[in-house]
């Protein structure tokens, strides 16, 4: 087995046991960041960049990867950190998520981590990290700040939020009601966008913020016979308390729940998310953020008569 697929096998042991892998890095000064292991291919040194003076100004500049041209972000602005754009002992994070390739500019990589996912709590206000950091826990004692990069990427490319109108028709024609989705991110952004999708459709959605809540919640649905039933889960990855990965696990291994539909919904993709899905035994996996492919999935999963779990 190569070197690549043994690292393949590792992490996706820690799938469903609510554990992520966490590479570490700064901007500067003490403050430790980290991004999730699964959304980076390479970490550089800093290659030559070409400049894009009408770009974006998050965007230091671009330059070839292995054969392919792709935009570089200045992290450290993004976060509100002076620029790394001309510091030349800078290195270049390679990610992949989001259906798309872009390298992000950090001062100084540091090492991989695993966190139990129940270590990961939203930041307060108080530590200042604004919207661009979802999550903080502590490793050997020091603060981590993990960075949202979607929300970063997001900020440069608008993405369709909308159903296309032929699919609003064939939603229409399914006749999708009285079923309910929940929907389950740390993100509020992404629960709106879902909320959005859904009421799109004709289709009721309760809302939790995490994975630890969307259990709770399921399991008080099914003990209560007097609650309408949720018919199918779309769910996030990467999340506070309890990550998708893990819930669809729980949700797997109980009883009441086992038969319900759950979609992962997630900008991670890739080799290692796709063997991750696989272990969990999720029915489907929808890549972040496209309103059409979301829908059809939910249609193809939905069942012919809405009963109980």
Not at 32 to 39: A, E, H, P, Q, T
Not at 71 to 84: H, T
Not at 221 to 241: F, H, K, N, Q, W
Not at 266 to 286: H, K, T, Y
Request: aromatic share 6%.
């Amino acid at each position: 087995m190569s070197a690549w697929m043994d690292k393949v096998e590792q992490q996706t042991r820690l799938a469903g046991h609510n554990r992520v892998a966490i590479l570490l890095f700064r901007m500067g000064d003490e403050q430790l960041f980290g991004i999730n292991v699964f959304k980076v291919r390479e970490v550089m040194r800093r290659p030559p960049m070409e400049r894009m003076p009408d770009a974006h100004p998050l965007i230091a500049g671009s330059c070839d990867y292995r054969g392919t041209t792709i935009p570089i972000i200045d992290l450290a602005v993004a976060l509100g950190y002076p620029s790394l754009r001309d510091v030349t002992s800078a290195h270049l994070m390679v990610t992949e998520f989001s259906r798309s390739v872009q390298g992000f500019l950090v001062a100084e990589p540091q090492r991989l981590v695993q966190c139990d996912g129940e270590s990961l709590a939203a930041p307060a206000p108080a530590l200042g990290f604004g919207s661009r950091v979802n999550a903080v826990t502590r490793v050997d004692g020091a603060l981590v700040a993990v960075v949202d990069v979607e929300h970063v990427l997001a900020s440069l490319n608008a993405t369709p939020t909308e159903l296309s109108a032929p699919m609003q028709r064939i939603a229409r024609v399914h006749d999708l009601q009285p079923r309910r989705v929940m929907v389950v991110d740390d993100s509020l952004v992404a629960r709106n966008q879902l909320v959005n999708l859904f009421r799109q459709m004709d289709v009721e959605c309760v809302v939790a913020t995490d994975g630890r809540e969307a259990l709770e919640r399921l399991q008080a649905i099914a003990e209560s016979p007097g609650e309408e039933r949720v018919t199918l889960v779309v769910s996030d990855i990467e999340m506070p308390r309890l990550d998708g990965y893990a819930l669809t696990r729980a949700i797997r291994e109980t009883l009441a729940l086992r038969t319900l539909k759950v979609v992962l919904h997630s900008s991670i993709s890739g080799i290692f998310n796709e063997a991750m899905v696989r272990e969990v035994n999720a029915d489907r996996f929808v890549a972040k953020f496209q309103p059409d492919v979301l829908a059809q999935a939910v249609l193809d999963l939905m069942p012919e008569r809405f009963g109980e779990f």
